[in-house]
Nanobody
Framework: DVQLQASGGGLVQAGGSLRLSCAAS????????IGWFRQAPGKEREGVSC????????YYSDAVKGRFTVSSDNAKNTVYLQMNSLKPEDTAIYYC??????????????????????WGQGTLVTVSS
């Protein structure tokens, strides 16, 4: 059974840091691109970051570029999201999922790999001002 379970959320003040973990089961994280997505209250789910399994390339949304870092520990079959310089607008439920990377004419973007696994409950990150 393929599962991805996010954890590590919490309440933090603006400017603070958190590290989220995504524990994978039923598959190896080094076989798939794994990413992070978030959904803020009243907003649609959006991509945050994606880590390529083929070459280790990382992709970030403009909103988090320079502040967040995605990484993996294949021995632990876990993907991490280090979040620094957090802002109130980062408040959301964060989910991890397999992602699909697209590169066209030098422009790259990513979205969830549909049908891979359910979203799970996610982990809530609340950033206070």
């Amino acid at each position: 059974d393929v599962q991805l379970q996010a954890s590590g959320g919490g309440l933090v003040q603006a400017g603070g840091s958190l590290r989220l973990s995504c524990a994978a089961s039923g598959f190896n994280v080094d076989d798939y691109a794994i990413g992070w997505f978030r959904q803020a209250p009243g907003k649609e789910r959006e991509g945050v970051s994606c880590l390529s399994s083929s070459d280790g390339s990382t992709y970030y949304s403009d909103a988090v570029k320079g502040r967040f870092t995605v990484s993996s520990d294949n021995a632990k079959n876990t993907v991490y999201l280090q979040m620094n310089s957090l802002k109130p607008e980062d408040t959301a439920i964060y989910y991890c999922a397999a992602c699909r990377i697209m590169i066209v004419s030098g422009r790259s973007w990513f979205d969830p790999l549909t049908g891979f696994a359910s979203w799970g409950q996610g982990t809530l990150v609340t950033v206070s001002s």
